[in-house]
C-alpha cells in the first residue's frame, strides 16, 4: 500500500509541477521522459526480469508509430481507437520477434533481435510507398480531448498517467508468480521448467509485455509530433532503450524511473553535441556493467542497507508436527506408481542407458545406484523429461510420458533436485519455494495484472504452505536469505523445499547428500523418512552407501547403462556383481578374501 | 629427505561447496601413489589443484622444495607436473601426432628434437604408432587414455598425474593401462593416480590415501589398504 | 542478360568475400573465447577511415588531392598495401585493448554481459571517430585505378576483383596457419578447452589476447578492402558485420570453414536478391537469417549443444 501511495504522490507532484510549466521545450523534455519510461518499464520485464537481451526494441517502437500513422490517415480511423490499435499491432509483433528467439542461444538471440530492428528500420525507410520514407507520414491524428487536440501540457499529464496506471499493473504482475516465473527464466531454464513454469510461453509473454509498452510509446510519439519519418528508428534508439533499464537498474521496479529521468535529462543536455551523446551513451553503459551491475537502484538500494547490519541467521529445528501439502491421490496403494521398461538412449559411442526396466511402489523409498558413468543421472533426466530416450516406454500413475516437456511432468506430479543444485541464488529462500508452487496456483495473466482479490487469495493461500514445507525442513528462520548465500548444506535443504512445493507425488533425488558431511547426511537421512511418512514416494540416487543402505526398501544397481542387480539393501550389498562393479576387477585372489572376510564380524 | 610433492592441508572449495577440507598429501620422488575414495570425495578436485586448474582457498602445495601454490598451471607444466584429466580430454579435431606434439609445448623443442620425444612415446605405446594420423576422436576409448598418458609424458614430466585412467573402460584395457603404470615407475617417473576403482589402484602402488567427504581418513602402503576393511566400507558402506 | 548475371556473379562474389573473412574474424573469437566482437562493424569503419588517413599522409606532396576526396594517385605503388598493413597492425591493438577492457572482465560470468559492453566500446569508438573524422562518407581510390573493365560483356571494377583475391589469399593462409602452424594448432587446443590447453603449457590469456587482434586486424584490412568500392563511412560497418555474422551463424559459428561458406553464399545471395528488387535485397537477407535461425538454431554446419544437467 505505501509503493502505491508513493507512487500515486510522485505522479500527482509531477502532474502539478507540468501545471505551472509554460515553456514549450520542458514540456517537451516531461513528455519524453513519460515516454521512455514506457518502453523501459516494458523492456525492464524482457531484460531485467526475464533476462532477455533484445537488441531490437526500436522495431517495436515503430510497429506503433508507423500502427498509429497509417490507422489515422490511409484508412481514416478516430486518433484514441488508432492508438488502441497501435498498441496491439505492436503486441502482435512482440509474438514474432519472439517466436525465433525461443530457439536460439546466446550470441544468436542477440542476433536475432538486431536483425529483427534493422528489418523494420530497413522496411520503413525503403518501402516509402507504403511507409514514407526519409519522407515520412505527414498528418497523422492527435488525441483529442472535447474535440480539440490535446495541449503540450496536457499530452504531459496524459503521459504521466499512463506512467503511473503501467507502473502499477506491471507491480501488481511483477510481485507475484508471473515476476518469480520471469526471474526463474533468467537464473536457470532448466530449474525453472523442473518446477513447472513453462519457459516458452513465458518468454513469449515478456517479449509480448515489452513490445506493447514499446509501442505505445511510439504511437503517442507519432500522434503527439502529428508525423513520423525513419529517421526516428535506429539502433540507437535499441540501445538507448537496454541503457535505460541497465542504468536505472534491471529487475527493480524503481529502475525504468530512474534510468528514465537520468538519461532522457543527459540527453537533453547533451543534444546539441551528437558525437557527444553517443559518447557518454557508450560510456554509460560500460559504466554501468562495471561499476553498478545493479544499476542506480542497485546503488540507492545499497546505501539504505548500509545503515543496517544483518547477521546471518541460523536454521532451525525441523518442526515434526509440520505437514507437507500434498495432491489428493486416490489410487490402489498396489498399483505401481511408475513403471519403465525398455528404456534406452545413446549419444554418439556412449550408451549410458540399455534397455532398462524399473517399477517404482509407492510410499516406498527406491535408491539407484552404480559407478561413476553408469548411467544413474541420465535416467533420472529421463523420468523427469530432460532427455529424450531413444526407447522405451514410460507410465506414471497410468499416464504414458511419451514425449512430454519438463515442465508438464513436474504438472503430471513428478518434482526432482540436481546434482549440481540449480537454485535461483538471486532469490529468496521464500521467494524459491514459492516458484515450486508455482503450477499449482491458479491466478492468470489478467488477474495477477489487475491485482483482483482472487489473485491474492492464491498468493495468500500459496505462502501458507510455503511456510508449512519451511516448518518442516527448518528453515522458516532463514526465509527472507538469499538463497545462494546460505552454506551448501542448507542450500540442498532449500532445493528439497523447492520440489515438495511442487505437491508431488514421487520426488526424484539427483545425489542429495553430495558434499555433505557424515552428521548432515545422517539429518538428511531423518528428512526423506518424514517426507516418505508424508506419502511422497521417493527415487534417490546416491552414492553415499551408509544413508542408501539405511532408508532405502528397494535398490537398483545399474552399470554401464544396464541394471546389474536389485533388492533389498542387505541383498544387493552381498551380491557379487556390485562388489565387482564398484571395486574394480580383483587383482589377487588372496587378498579378496581377506577382504569379504574382514567385512564379517 | 623433502618430499617430490607436499600438500598441506590444502582446503578447496567451489562457492558454498567445500569439496576439499585440509588434506595433507606427501609423494617420494619414484613412487606410484593413488588416492582412492568413492565418487564425489574430492579426489579429481585435489589433483586438478595440484595441476594448477583450481585455486586452494588455504593450505599449500609445494613441488621439489618450491611453494607452486600460487602458480598459473601452463607454468607448472614447466616446472615438471603432467596432467592426464578425467575423461581424457585428448584434442579430439587433431591428430595423434599433433596431439603428442602438443604436450611438449612447454619443452619449446627443435623438430628433430620433437620427432625424438614422438618416436619415444610411440615405443612405449606401439598402438598410437599404428594411428599416428588418426583424428584423435576416432580412437577406442583404450587408445585415447594411452594418448592422454603420452600426451602428458611428452612434456617430460617428473610427476604424472593420472586422474581415474579405468574409467569408462573395458577390463581387459583397463590391465592393460595399469601394466603400463608399472613400467612408467620402472624408469623413475612418479605416479600420482586417482582411481575409483581401489583394488586396482592399491595393488600397483607404494603408498596411498583414502579421501571420504574431502578429508584424508586413512593412509599406508598400497599392501596395508588392500586388506582394509574401511576402505571396503568407504565404497560399500559400514556394517555388512 | 547473361553479362547481367555474370556482373552479379562477380559482385557477389567480391562483396562475399568480404563477408567470409569477417564471419571468419567472429569463428576465430568465438572459438577460442566462445565471445566475440559486437562491434566489429565499427572497427570495420574506422579502418576504413584510418585507411584513408594513411593513403592521405602517405602522398601528402601535391598530387594528393584533398581528404575528402583523394585522388587515384594517391593509392598507387605501395601505398595501399602499406595502408592496409599498417591497419591491420592499429586495429590489432585495438583488439587486444577490446579483449582486455570488454571481455575479459565479463568472459565465463553468466549473464553475457560482454555482448553490451563490446557495443559500449563500439559506440565510444563510433564517437571518437565522428569527433574526429565527421559524419561525411570519404572516398578510397582503388590501386588498380577505378574504370570499369569489360569481361565478357560484363562491367566489373578492379577493385571487386582485388577484394576477392586478396580476402581468397587470407582465407587460404588463414585455414593452414590453423592446420598446420604450431600457433594454430595452440589456438584450436584452446579452442577445444582451455583447460586442457593449459596442461599443455599453453598461456590461455595470451592465444586469447592473440585471437582478438587478428580478428580485429582482419576487420580492419576488410574495411580498407571494401571502401574503395563503396565509399568509407563510419555507419558502413554496422550492415557488413551483421550480414558477415548472419553468413557465420549460417555455417555454424564453431566451424571456420562453414562460416567462410555462410559469408560467400550469403553474398551471392545478395547479389541475385538486389538482380530481381535492389531495394528489398538487406530485408530478404536478414528475413532469411531469422528463419534459418528458427529452424536450425546452431547454423546450417555447427555443432548441436547440449546443456549438461
Not at chain 3, 25 to 54: M, P, R, Y
Request: glycine share 10%; proline share 4%; hydrophobic share 50%.
Amino acid at each position: 500500500m505505501r509503493h502505491v501511495l508513493l507512487a500515486v504522490l510522485l505522479a500527482a507532484a509531477a502532474a502539478l509541477a507540468a501545471a505551472f510549466v509554460t515553456n514549450d521545450f520542458y514540456l517537451r523534455i516531461l513528455f519524453n521522459i513519460c515516454i521512455y519510461l514506457l518502453c523501459a518499464s516494458g523492456m525492464n520485464v524482457l531484460l531485467g526480469f526475464a533476462g532477455q537481451k533484445s537488441l531490437g526494441q526500436a522495431g517495436l517502437f515503430a510497429a506503433g508509430a508507423y500502427g498509429v500513422a497509417l490507422l489515422t490517415t490511409s484508412w481514416d480511423l478516430g486518433p484514441w481507437l488508432a492508438l488502441l490499435l497501435a498498441t496491439g499491432i505492436a503486441a502482435a509483433c512482440g509474438v514474432l520477434i519472439a517466436a525465433p528467439s525461443l530457439r536460439v542461444r546466446g550470441p544468436s538471440l542477440a542476433m536475432v533481435t538486431l536483425a529483427f530492428g534493422i528489418v523494420v528500420e530497413k522496411l520503413v525507410t525503403e518501402a516509402s510507398d507504403i511507409f514514407g520514407g526519409a519522407m515520412g507520414i505527414y498528418a497523422i491524428k492527435p488525441l483529442t480531448l472535447n474535440g480539440d487536440p490535446l495541449t503540450m501540457q496536457q499530452w504531459v499529464w496524459l503521459g504521466i498517467l499512463l506512467c503511473l496506471g503501467l507502473h502499477l499493473l506491471l507491480r501488481n504482475l511483477l510481485t507475484g508468480r508471473f515476476g518469480r516465473a520471469f526471474l526463474s527464466l533468467q537464473a536457470d531454464e532448466i530449474a525453472a521448467a523442473a518446477v513447472g513454469v513453462s519457459v516458452h510461453r513465458y518468454k513469449v509473454l515478456a517479449f509480448v509485455i515489452a513490445a506493447t509498452t514499446c509501442g505505445l510509446a511510439g504511437a503517442l510519439v507519432a500522434q503527439q509530433n502529428q508525423y513520423i519519418n525513419s529517421d526516428f528508428i535506429t539502433f540507437n534508439l535499441s540501445i538507448f532503450i537496454l541503457l535505460l533499464v541497465l542504468f536505472g537498474g534491471a529487475g527493480s521496479l524503481a529502475g525504468p524511473v530512474l534510468g528514465a529521468v537520468t538519461l532522457t535529462l543527459l540527453s537533453a543536455l547533451l543534444a546539441r553535441w551528437s558525437w557527444i551523446e553517443h559518447f557518454v551513451q557508450g560510456a554509460l553503459l560500460l559504466f554501468a556493467l562495471y561499476a553498478m551491475p545493479k544499476g542506480l537502484a542497485g546503488v540507492l538500494a545499497g546505501l539504505r542497507r548500509s545503515g543496517t547490519s544483518t547477521a546471518p541467521r541460523k536454521a532451525a529445528e525441523p518442526d515434526l508436527q509440520a505437514r507437507l501439502p500434498t495432491r489428493p491421490d486416490d489410487a490402489s496403494p498396489v498399483a505401481p506408481l511408475l513403471t519403465a521398461q525398455g528404456v534406452s538412449k545413446s549419444y554418439g559411442g556412449v550408451r549410458p542407458a540399455r534397455d532398462i526396466a524399473a517399477l517404482l511402489t509407492r510410499g516406498h523409498i527406491h535408491a539407484l545406484i552404480g559407478p561413476n558413468g553408469a548411467g544413474k543421472s541420465t535416467f533420472i533426466n529421463i523420468l523427469s523429461g530432460v532427455v529424450r530416450p531413444d526407447d522405451g516406454d514410460i507410465r506414471f500413475r497410468d499416464t504414458p510420458l511419451g514425449r512430454i516437456s519438463p515442465h508438464a511432468i513436474c504438472g503430471l506430479g513428478v518434482a526432482r533436485t540436481f546434482q549440481n543444485l540449480r537454485l535461483f541464488r538471486e532469490l529468496s529462500v521464500q521467494d524459491n519455494v514459492l516458484l515450486g508452487q508455482h503450477a499449482r496456483m491458479r491466478n492468470g495473466f489478467l488477474a495477477s495484472l489487475l491485482g483482483l482479490p482472487a489473485s491474492r487469495r492464491e498468493e495468500a493461500a500459496a505462502r501458507k504452505r510455503v511456510t508449512e514445507i519451511l516448518r518442516f525442513l527448518g528453515l522458516s528462520e532463514l526465509a527472507q536469505q538469499t538463497a545462494g548465500s546460505l552454506p551448501y548444506g542448507l542450500q540442498r535443504r532449500v532445493e528439497l523445499a523447492r520440489a515438495l512445493a511442487t505437491e508431488p507425488y514421487l520426488l526424484l533425488l539427483d545425489e542429495p547428500a553430495a558434499g555433505l558431511n557424515p552428521q548432515e547426511t545422517a539429518e538428511l537421512g531423518e528428512l526423506l523418512l518424514r517426507i516418505r511418512e508424508q506419502g511422497v514416494t521417493i527415487l534417490l540416487v546416491e552414492h553415499h552407501m551408509d544413508l542408501v543402505m539405511a532408508i532405502s526398501d528397494h535398490v537398483i544397481v545399474l552399470d554401464y547403462g544396464e541394471k546389474i542387480a536389485e533388492g533389498t539393501p542387505a541383498q544387493v550389498q552381498a551380491d557379487a556383481r556390485v562388489t565387482a562393479a564398484y571395486l574394480g576387477v580383483e587383482e589377487a585372489p588372496e587378498a579378496a578374501l581377506e577382504l569379504s572376510l574382514a567385512g564379517k564380524p | 629427505m623433502t618430499a617430490m610433492l607436499e600438500v598441506s592441508t590444502a582446503s578447496i572449495g567451489y562457492g558454498p561447496i567445500r569439496a576439499v577440507a585440509e588434506a595433507s598429501i606427501r609423494v617420494e620422488a619414484g613412487q606410484v601413489v593413488a588416492i582412492v575414495g568413492a565418487n564425489g570425495a574430492g579426489k579429481t578436485t585435489l589433483l586438478k589443484s595440484i595441476a594448477g586448474l583450481l585455486p586452494l582457498s588455504s593450505g599449500h602445495i609445494h613441488f621439489e622444495g618450491r611453494d607452486i601454490t600460487a602458480m598459473p598451471p601452463h607454468r607448472r607444466v614447466g616446472a615438471g607436473i603432467a596432467l592426464s584429466p578425467e575423461g581424457r580430454q585428448v584434442f579430439p579435431d587433431q591428430t595423434v601426432r599433433d596431439n603428442l606434439e602438443l604436450g611438449a609445448w612447454s619443452r619449446n623443442l627443435s623438430s628433430s628434437a620433437l620427432e625424438d620425444a614422438v618416436e619415444e612415446q610411440f615405443n612405449l605405446f606401439p598402438r598410437l604408432r599404428e594411428r599416428q594420423g588418426q583424428m584423435a576422436v576416432t580412437l577406442s576409448g583404450g587408445e585415447q587414455q594411452m594418448l592422454a598418458i603420452a600426451r602428458a609424458l611428452m612434456s617430460a614430466p617428473r610427476l604424472l598425474l593420472l586422474d581415474e585412467p579405468s574409467l569408462g573402460l573395458a577390463p581387459l584395457v583397463i590391465k592393460e593401462i595399469f601394466a603400463i603404470i608399472r613400467t612408467l615407475r620402472g624408469r623413475g617417473i612418479t605416479v600420482l593416480l586417482v582411481e575409483q576403482m581401489a583394488n586396482l589402484a592399491l595393488g600397483v602402488a607404494d603408498r596411498a590415501y583414502v579421501l571420504e567427504t574431502g578429508r584424508v581418513t586413512l593412509s599406508g602402503t598400497g599392501a596395508e589398504l588392500l586388506l582394509h576393511p574401511q576402505v571396503r566400507a568407504a565404497y560399500l558402506g559400514a556394517g555388512h | 542478360m547473361l553479362a547481367t548475371y555474370l556482373q552479379a556473379l562477380v559482385s557477389g562474389l567480391a562483396i562475399g568475400g568480404i563477408y567470409a573473412l569477417i564471419a571468419l574474424s567472429f569463428s576465430i573469437t568465438f572459438t577460442t573465447t566462445k565471445t566475440l566482437n559486437f562491434a566489429q562493424g565499427e572497427f570495420i569503419g574506422v579502418g576504413a577511415f584510418l585507411g584513408v588517413t594513411i593513403l592521405y599522409a602517405l602522398s601528402a606532396s601535391g598530387d594528393a588531392g584533398s581528404f575528402a576526396a583523394l585522388s587515384p594517385a594517391a593509392s598507387g605503388g605501395f601505398s595501399y598495401p602499406v595502408a592496409a598493413a599498417v591497419v591491420g597492425a592499429v586495429l590489432g591493438t585495438l583488439g587486444i585493448l577490446l579483449f582486455l577492457a570488454a571481455i575479459r572482465p565479463f568472459a565465463g560470468k553468466p549473464g553475457m554481459s560482454w555482448v553490451m559492453s563490446t557495443i559500449g566500446f563500439g559506440i565510444i569508438l563510433q564517437s571518437l571517430g565522428l569527433a574526429v573524422w565527421g559524419p561525411a562518407p570519404v572516398n578510397m581510390p582503388s590501386p588498380f585505378g577505378d574504370d570499369v573493365m569489360r569481361l565478357g560483356g560484363a562491367g566489373v571494377r578492379p577493385q571487386e576483383i582485388v577484394v576477392l583475391t586478396v580476402a581468397v589469399l587470407l582465407m587460404v593462409a588463414l585455414d593452414l596457419v590453423m592446420r598446420r602452424t604450431r600457433m594454430g594448432k595452440a589456438m584450436r587446443a584452446v579452442a577445444y578447452s582451455p583447460q586442457v590447453a593449459a596442461l599443455m603449457g599453453i598461456n590461455v590469456t595470451l592465444v586469447m589476447a592473440g585471437a582478438f587482434a587478428l580478428s580485429s586486424a582482419l576487420a580492419g584490412i576488410g574495411g580498407v578492402l571494401v571502401a574503395p568500392v563503396a565509399s568509407a563511412s563510419l555507419f558502413m560497418g554496422m550492415g557488413i558485420a551483421l550480414k558477415a555474422f548472419s553468413g557465420a551463424i549460417m555455417g555454424g559459428l564453431d566451424n571456420p570453414r562453414g562460416c567462410i561458406f555462410g559469408g560467400f553464399a550469403l553474398g551471392l545471395l545478395e547479389a541475385g536478391v538486389a538482380l530481381w528488387q535492389a531495394q528489398w535485397r538487406e530485408i530478404a537477407i536478414f528475413a532469411l537469417i531469422i528463419l534459418v535461425l528458427a529452424i536450425r538454431p546452431n547454423g546450417l554446419f555447427g555443432a548441436r549443444t547440449l546443456d549438461k544437467v
